[in-house]
């Protein structure tokens, strides 16, 4: 079953612009991963933000982790056409064994 | 080296077909994974293994049947699958507690 709820689903901005992505989990995680996966590919990892942890930034990334809220934002600056890809969360339970996808959201950028 | 390899990455095969996706890692993980994704919605866990034994199956039907031999290698045996198990096929490996690393996929279609 899926853990995280992702909004938006799609999002069209266009190049230069900033790009945020909001994640929604259930239960208590040890930590909350970001992917990116370009169509029908694998799956690249982007940025680990552990439990204790409320923000980490990695280049042009930004996450927030609110466990108050259980709820994350991916924050993507000076959108280029290169990042237009499918941006997933991912939350790791507890125990460390089960990591759990969210939904998803398409995000296309446009020269 | 920091790849998981996998193999084939395509493969069409019929319903009374048995089969093998292989995957390869050199990076040390002692914790090996096994998602099905389907097109557009978020990969989905289907196995765990943790040094080698099987730590989580998520209810995934015996014709899936997984396999570590070693500390780097996962197989997935395929056997008598149906049209709906038409699928990427994503295998990914970690340390405890970190990010995964996955392969490019085995895109599988059941005639």
């Known amino acids: 079953s899926q853990q995280g709820e992702e909004d938006p689903q799609a999002l069209s901005i266009q190049e230069g612009e900033n790009a945020t992505m909001n994640c929604s989990y259930k239960?208590?995680?040890?930590?909350l991963q970001w992917y990116r996966q370009n169509s029908g590919r694998g799956l690249v990892h982007l940025i680990l933000?552990?439990?204790?942890?409320r923000e980490k930034h990695s280049g042009r990334l930004r996450v927030t982790l609110d466990t108050s809220k259980k709820s994350s934002s991916l924050l993507i600056t000076a959108s280029r056409a290169a990042d237009t890809a499918s941006y997933f969360c991912?939350?790791?339970?507890?125990?460390?064994?089960?990591?759990?996808f969210g939904e998803g959201t398409q995000l296309t950028v446009n020269p | 080296d920091t790849e998981v390899t996998q193999t084939p990455k395509h493969l069409v095969m019929g319903m009374t077909n048995k089969k093998s996706l292989k995957c390869e890692q050199h990076?040390?993980?002692?914790?090996m994974y096994w998602y099905k994704q389907k097109a557009k919605k978020p990969p989905e866990l289907m196995f765990v293994?943790?040094?080698?034994?099987?730590?989580i199956n998520e209810s995934v039907p015996s014709r899936f049947s997984p396999e570590c031999p070693n500390s780097s290698l996962l197989n997935l045996h395929l056997h008598a699958l149906q049209p709906e198990d038409s699928a990427l096929y994503l295998c990914?490996?970690?340390?405890?507690?970190?990010?995964?690393?996955f392969g490019s996929g085995t895109q599988l279609s059941v005639l």
């Open positions: 990914a490996s970690s340390h405890p507690y970190e990010k995964l690393f």
């Open positions: 933000i552990r439990s204790n942890e």
């Open positions: 293994y943790s040094y080698e034994k099987l730590s």
């Open positions: 991912a939350t790791l339970e507890t125990s460390g064994s089960r990591l759990t």
């Open positions: 990076m040390g993980h002692r914790a």
């Open positions: 239960t208590s995680i040890n930590n």
